[in-house]
């Protein structure tokens, strides 16, 4: 862990507890399982770590909320447990304008971590049937090409517009056939003879959802 040298030792202990609670349990610890991990008997002692913690640029604490820490990119980057970065969003659902470049970083946890290469954060809802959601964040390991059933993150290149989708990959004779996971939405055929163009960006290794995590085949 890269911190301040300044940090106390308690204090350092203290965000490596709140990164892997993070990454463990996609949801920060509470002041009672923070004192118990540290095996501290008072709360003032947490609260003034954590005080110490933020105004170090570590962490953000939102008052009077039973869980209302996080971590700042700053502490992701210090705690170095199983982050992720995060490069866009993608949809489930029609397919939308490529991806949107932003900052930031997502705790997946070290397993996790060890599959994947990004994250992009899910928008609709045609691969519910899949256990994929509006608002989770897609893990996805970079990889050029798929094998029939891989659920994909997928640009669909037509001419100079490119759009981003999350679908099921099936090649078929002259061409490809991009399959949502919901039957309220149509499949995506790409053929030889067609204008449209597909390029496979990775597969979806798992997905992460607030408070739950979904590795896949």
Known sequence: ?????????TSRRLLDVIARHIADHKLPPTRREMMTALRLRSPQTVNHHLARLEKDGYVKRTPNTHRGI???????????FGTLPIIGRIAAGAPITALEEHDGSLAVGEALARLAHFVLLVRGDSMK????????Y??????????????VAALI????????TIKGYYPRPGGIELRPANSEHTPIHIRGTSHLQCQVLGKVVGRVRLGATMPQA
């Open 138 to 151: 897609a893990l996805i390991r970079r990889q050029p090409t798929a094998e029939n059933g891989d659920i």
């Open 129 to 136: 049937d899949a256990d994929i959601l509006d608002g989770d």
């Open 1 to 9: 862990m890269h911190t301040n040298d300044t940090l106390s030792d």
């Open 157 to 164: 290149i037509d001419g100079s517009e490119t759009e981003a």
């Open 70 to 80: 996080e971590l700042t990119s700053q502490g992701i980057e210090a705690s170095g």
